[in-house]
Each structure stands twice: as structure tokens, then as C-alpha cells.
């Protein structure tokens, strides 16, 4: 499903079968990177031409949410990593029509990505919206947002570096809601609320817009590294 970011390496594993089941686009784009064509880790400053601050999106769906994030904060670099091939050509597509300068995409998995084309205490700010859920029970062990993975990133936050968490699943808001606090590196800029179902100034996916017009609410979540 396009915009869910499949989190297939909570425990490790890799791409899998799934890897083989996509019909690969061809993208040509000078947004568009290879992970292959860079060093490991790339100099971020040298790819984008700058040094500004770099901001990661997990999962970014077909590209409207990081498009307008990116227009907004021209002063900031953002990376955007989808495991889905066809989202990475359409995020290009509408990138690249706006002409935006300071967004790269990749396809690759985020452990992966992360361990070895992050420099660590480099990022300022992680957005990660409306991952895959993974409904059933005895599938929630491979949701990408758990402790264990915050602990995994919070080495490679900036100082009073930014973690945005949305979704719009009650069953996943409520429980990453419950064990943010429980990562003692970073403090809720919501508190003494664990969640809100608005938060102003955010912008919105094609698939936040697409859940709250059918009835349902996003839990937005917000952290700074302390």
C-alpha cells in the first residue's frame, strides 16, 4: 500500500519477498540518489551544496507532505527514504515540478539507511507519518516505531533536534503515545498532553487529508532531543 512505510527491520530482516513484487519505475531526477552511488556516509554538505541542517523523512509516501515542508524551511536539507519505488518517482515528479533544490530521495529501508548514511548526531529533525500500522496483533512487533528504535536513533539527533510521529491508527498513536516518555532523551513539546489530534503549522499528507475526510483522527506527537 503506497504511503505506508513497511518497517520490515524492527527486528533486523531485510526487504524480503516484497522487494521482488514491485514493478520498478525508472527514475531520472537530480533529486533522486542511488544509495549505491554514495560513500558510506556520504558528505551531506558536498550532495546538497551547502551546509545547512539535515532533516530526515521516513517514509514519504508519493512527496506532498516533505514538498511543502521543504518550500516552507528553505533554510534546512531534507533527505526523504521510502521503501516503495513507485513513491519515490511520484515524490520526484512533484518535487521536481516545483523545483525544489533542498530535498534528496532514496529508496532504502530505515535501519539500514540510517547505520550507514547517517553521520550520528548530524540530524535535526526525523518526521515519520503515518507508517504501516501492521493491524494484527501478532504482527505489531514489526511496527517501526518502538522503543527500541528510538533508542537506535536518538545517537544520531542533534542537540534540540525535532521527532514528529503521526499516525492515524488508534490502537499504534496510543501506544507509542505511552512509551515516548520512556525515552528519557527527549522531552514531549506537548506536555502535559501525550498527543494531539491538531497541530497547526503541520503540514498534512495526501493520506492524513484522505483519513480525517473519512471520520478519523491523526495523533501528532512531537519531541525535542534534550
Not at 73 to 82: G, W
Not at 182 to 200: C, G, I, K
Request: net charge positive; aromatic share 14%; with cysteine.
Amino acid at each position: 500500500m503506497l504511503g505506508r512505510w513497511k518497517a520490515l527491520t524492527a527486528k533486523g530482516q531485510t526487504f524480503g519477498k516484497e522487494e521482488y513484487m514491485q514493478s520498478f519505475i525508472h527514475i531520472e531526477s537530480h533529486n533522486y540518489l542511488r544509495p549505491e552511488n554514495l560513500p558510506v556516509p556520504p558528505d551531506w554538505s558536498a550532495v546538497f551544496g551547502n551546509d545547512q541542517p539535515l532533516a530526515l523523512e521516513i517514509g514519504c509516501g508519493v512527496g506532498d507532505f516533505i514538498l511543502k515542508t521543504a518550500l516552507d524551511q528553505p533554510e534546512m536539507n531534507f533527505v526523504a527514504i521510502d521503501f516503495y519505488n513507485k513513491g519515490c518517482w511520484k515524490s520526484c515528479r512533484r518535487l521536481d515540478r516545483h523545483e525544489v533544490k533542498n530535498v534528496r530521495v532514496l529508496r532504502d529501508e530505515a535501519r539500514l539507511f540510517i547505520t550507514e548514511r547517517v553521520p550520528k548526531g548530524s540530524l535535526s529533525s526525523v518526521y515519520i507519518n503515518c507508517p504501516d500500522p501492521w493491524p494484527k496483533k501478532r504482527h505489531r512487533k514489526r511496527r517501526l516505531v518502538n522503543k527500541e528504535f528510538l533508542e537506535f536513533l536518538v545517537p544520531y539527533l542533534k542537540e534540540g533536534a525535532n521527532f514528529y510521529f503521526a499516525t492515524d491508527f488508534d490502537d499504534y498513536g496510543i501506544d507509542v503515545s505511552k512509551m515516548l516518555p520512556e525515552v528519557t532523551a527527549l522531552a514531549n513539546q506537548f506536555a502535559p498532553d501525550l498527543y494531539r489530534h491538531e497541530f497547526p503549522g503541520y503540514h498534512l499528507s495526501k493520506y492524513m487529508r484522505k483519513f480525517m475526510a473519512e471520520g478519523k483522527r491523526i495523533y501528532f506527537m512531537h519531541y525535542r532531543v534534550k
